[in-house]
């Protein structure tokens, strides 16, 4: 079974930037879609981005509209998030996820099939 592996968390202070990669535990391993969620302490997981592999398609919270960007790496099935201008209520652990069911809903976790063990980022005032 394929495993998403994510690197690229840490800490920074507010305004700064990080990217954080997913990329499978097997290489040729590629699927329809891929997303970014993401646990603050004492809230529930939530969708912060997804990509449809296929046309590029993209969406976003929000939360992180405008300052967080996803995009796909064709060669090496590889997801990345830049995130700019990182606020303290970025604060949270974020996993990847891919594989979405037919009809599933981008920001819902329940509807992907394939999970990271998530990577802490820390944002300081």
């Known amino acids: 079974q394929v495993r998403l592996l994510e690197s690229g968390g840490g800490s920074v202070q507010a305004g700064g930037s990080l990217r954080l990669s997913c990329a499978p535990s097997?290489?040729?391993?590629?699927?329809?879609?891929m997303a970014w969620f993401r646990r603050a302490p004492g809230k529930e997981r939530e969708g912060i981005a997804t990509i449809y592999t296929g046309d590029g398609t993209t969406y976003y919270a929000d939360s992180v509209k405008g300052r967080f960007t996803i995009y796909y790496d064709d060669a090496t099935n590889t997801m990345y998030l830049q995130m700019n201008s990182l606020k303290p209520e970025d604060t949270a652990k974020y996993y990847c996820a891919a594989d979405i069911r037919d009809g599933g809903r981008w920001y819902y976790e329940a509807d992907f099939g394939y999970w990271g063990r998530g990577t802490q980022v820390t944002v300081s005032s």
């Open positions: 097997t290489h040729t391993y590629s699927t329809n879609c």
